[in-house]
Nanobody
Framework: QLQLVESGGGLVQPGGSLRLSCAASGFTLDNYVIGWFRQAPWKEREGVSCIKNSAGTTLYADSVKGRFTISRDNAKNTVYLQMNSLKPEDTAVYYC???????????????????????WGQGTQVTVSS
């Protein structure tokens, strides 16, 4: 019943753009931090970006800062990741995940961990290649 579904991945040339979507069903995102993570072949899953509350507090990994933008549409119960100036090293399966908000946790907490997230999507492949 409670699901996250990613979409928007695909093949793009270096310097191109993609917008990923993460749609939630069975629950509302108001009480959750939504994080985007990625996992390249034979590499550990890493945090990319996250967004907290309807106020839109955000955090980005240094590797994507200035290129990616996370946003949240509460009316559509959907979170987006706009990915610009894509590089080959951005190639990975991208996952969105939902984490119950913990009042005293700083926003940085939600990118430091993957094990405590409550819900995960199935992932969408992003390939950046010429």
């Amino acid at each position: 019943q409670l699901q996250l579904v990613e979409s928007g991945g695909g093949l793009v040339q270096p310097g191109g753009s993609l917008r990923l979507s993460c749609a939630a069903s069975g629950f509302t995102l108001d009480n959750y931090v939504i994080g985007w993570f990625r996992q390249a072949p034979w590499k550990e899953r890493e945090g990319v970006s996250c967004i907290k509350n309807s106020a839109g507090t955000t955090l980005y990994a240094d590797s994507v800062k200035g290129r990616f933008t996370i946003s949240r549409d509460n009316a559509k119960n959907t979170v987006y990741l706009q990915m610009n100036s894509l590089k080959p090293e951005d190639t990975a399966v991208y996952y969105c995940a939902a984490h119950r908000i913990r009042t005293f946790n700083p926003i940085s907490y939600y990118l430091r961990t993957t094990r405590t997230y409550d819900y995960w999507g199935q992932g969408t492949q992003v390939t950046v290649s010429s």
